[in-house]
Nanobody, 114 residues
């Protein structure tokens, strides 16, 4: 089992920044990749960014150039730095660990006001 605890969501004005954190515990040696998804009411959860153990990253086109995913292996934590936030970034953001089955965090709300 892998447990994920997210933090860092909140309310921010358009153009502002937030940093999300996700700390993993449990069978962390089995984690192959970690990432972030987001979901708004009535829509499917969508990939925001993901980082593999080797450091390869993948981003949704909508966040490229604005969001940066990073990982601190010593702290078993993945971060999502979100800059130039837009109202359409408003969503519940979920942390994912692929270990190799998917484990999800509880979600953290990000609200961007216009």
């Amino acid at each position: 089992q892998v447990q994920l605890v997210e933090s860092g969501g909140g309310l921010v004005q358009a153009g502002g920044s937030l940093r999300l954190s996700c700390a993993a515990s449990g069978r962390i040696f089995s984690i192959k990749a970690m990432g972030w998804y987001r979901q708004t009411p009535g829509k499917q959860r969508e990939l925001v960014a993901i980082i593999a153990n080797g450091g390869n990253t993948n981003y949704a086109d909508s966040v490229k150039g604005r969001f940066t995913i990073s990982r601190d292996n010593a702290k078993n934590t993945v971060y999502l730095q979100m800059n130039s936030l837009k109202p359409e970034d408003t969503a519940v953001y979920y942390c994912l660990a692929v270990a190799p089955r998917d484990y999800w965090g509880q979600g953290t709300q990000v609200t961007v006001s216009s």
